[in-house]
């Protein structure tokens, strides 16, 4: 019985060390709690991995839940994201609840808020204003914008300035290539 848990502690050791040996060279943390940058937990050179509560946080990366007002990711995202105001610089997979959601490299999920923006994006916008140069999926708002869309546009304006039903029509545009 003894050599059993002597090589159980053994084989846990030997897999805790080769987990920490592979763990990614770029610094992440589980909890982020962000007053203003500086004033935050984590830096905003390092990411964050779990949850990030903040009145305004900025991070490299954040996946998992992000609650709060103003949120800012310099990278990717990938989660929920919860606020005022979301803006992620790298590209989001997930789902933005923002007042104003601003996303400046592809979306892959779902936009929900007053205004809605991204460079390019797959899934669906929901809001009061939605904009995307290069969008596939649904647009639902009262105006929406898309410079090209394959996909369906419901709302009170709608325009796709290439390749649409026609550039601008009322109650719904669409585009399927």
Do not use: C
């Not at 805790?16 to 610094?27: F, H, I, S, T």
């Not at 009145?55 to 990938?78: A, I, P, Q, R, S």
């Not at 601003?102 to 979306?107: A, F, K, S, Y």
Request: hydrophobic share 45%; no cysteine; proline share 5%.
């Amino acid at each position: 019985m003894p050599r059993t848990r002597s090589l159980l502690a053994a084989t846990f050791g030997v897999a805790l060390g080769g987990l920490l040996m592979a763990a990614p060279v770029a610094a992440q943390s589980p909890l982020q709690i962000a007053i203003v940058p500086p004033l935050q937990i984590v830096p905003e050179d390092e990411a964050v991995k779990g949850l990030r509560l903040a009145l305004y946080g900025k991070n490299t990366e954040m996946t998992g839940l992000d609650y709060g007002l103003v949120h800012h990711t310099t990278g990717k995202f990938t989660g929920l994201q919860l606020g005022l105001v979301g803006l992620n610089e790298g590209g989001t997979e997930g789902v933005q609840w923002n007042l104003v959601t601003i996303n400046e490299g592809v979306l892959v999920g779902v936009q929900l808020g007053l205004i809605n923006t991204t460079t390019s994006g797959e899934g669906m916008q929901w809001g009061g204003f939605n904009h995307s140069t290069d969008f596939r999926g649904l647009q639902v708002a009262l105006v929406n914008y898309a410079e090209t869309l394959d996909g369906l546009q419901v709302g009170l304006i709608n325009i796709i300035r290439e390749g649409g039903f026609l550039p601008v029509f009322p109650f719904f545009n669409f585009s399927f290539d």
